[in-house]
């Protein structure tokens, strides 16, 4: 990646970080939307700055699942589900461990990167269950003939 890509890339998030903030609570469904649609529009300019397809592929993916009313449902319940333990925000919160449980290799790490390292983890699988999604609504779609 140049130079001249990765000022393009900037000059797309700063042009448009403002409509990411603040973050909506992840229990509000239309609040989360918004948050989204918004996203989905900064990711399609970052896409198209890069050479690579897979990037846009998936900011695609994204878009169609925001965009319909059902799929975006199911996506937010599994959202919720995924980051939410009790109502309270387990990977957007400081340490991935109830107070006093937490291995201090791990606390340490939290404290130090400034996130949770679970937000990874809850990355991977998000990314997985959205493409066992994707895969069942293509299987259950009837085939042209």
């Known amino acids: 990646m140049d130079w001249k890509m990765i000022l393009a890339l900037v000059a797309a998030?700063?042009?448009n970080i403002r409509?990411?903030?603040p973050l909506p609570t992840i229990n509000d469904a239309?609040?989360?939307r918004s948050w989204l649609?918004?996203?989905?529009?900064?990711?399609?300019k970052v896409a198209a700055a890069t050479p690579i397809t897979i990037d846009d592929e998936a900011v695609s993916v994204?878009?169609?699942i925001v965009a319909n009313d059902d799929t975006y449902a199911a996506f937010h319940t599994l959202l919720v589900n995924l980051f939410t333990k009790s109502g309270?925000?387990?990977a957007l919160a400081s340490c991935p461990c109830d107070e006093g449980s937490c291995p201090e290799d791990?606390?340490?790490f939290a404290e130090k990167a400034g996130f949770n390292p679970l937000i990874i983890l809850t990355a991977i699988q998000l990314v997985?269950?959205?493409i066992e999604i994707i895969k069942n609504l293509k299987d259950k779609d009837p085939v042209a003939a």
Do not use: Q
């Open 88 to 90: 309270a925000a387990v």
């Open 13 to 15: 998030l700063l042009a």
């Open 106 to 108: 791990v606390r340490l």
């Open 128 to 130: 997985l269950k959205a």
């Open 19 to 21: 409509d990411l903030f």
């Open 37 to 44: 649609k918004a996203l989905v529009l900064v990711l399609k």
């Open 62 to 64: 994204l878009d169609r």
């Open 30 to 32: 239309g609040g989360t």
